[in-house]
């Protein structure tokens, strides 16, 4: 029991003593990691958002409690090069979709196609 005891105290010590870091995949606005675009779609919206990551993964948008969930997105590279990655499920309404774009840092224009829903 005593020994028990011993180790419990010390383990919380330690939980004291030793600073646990912040969660890595926290999209905060000062989390090093988040790549931050701003996006045009068709549907007459400019949506500010982020990823951790692969862009052609989904973004959260900023200031919401919402995610963009992509489907198809495609990489438009400056010598030509293009990379189509599908995300879409068989019997999935493409026609309900919202095709947004932009040109990341490094001049790759990027058109993607998916929608918005709550992350919670």
């Known amino acids: ?16 003593v030793i600073p646990i870091p912040a969660v890595l995949a926290d999209p905060g606005g000062t ?3 988040v790549q931050y675009r701003t996006f045009s779609c068709d549907n007459g919206n400019t949506y500010n958002a982020g990823f951790v990551g692969v862009a052609s993964g989904n973004f959260f948008l900023v200031d919401s409690t919402s995610v963009f969930a992509i489907k198809v997105f495609t990489e438009i590279f400056p010598d030509g090069t293009v990379k189509t990655f599908n995300y879409g499920i068989p019997g999935f309404d493409t026609g309900s979709l919202v095709t947004c774009s932009y040109t990341d840092p490094a001049g790759v224009f990027n058109i993607f196609s998916g929608f918005v829903t709550p992350s919670s």
Not at 1 to 16: E, P, Q, S
């Open 31 to 33: 989390n090093p990691i």
């Open 1 to 16: 029991m005593r020994r028990l005891l011993t180790a419990g105290l010390v383990t919380l010590g330690l939980a004291i």
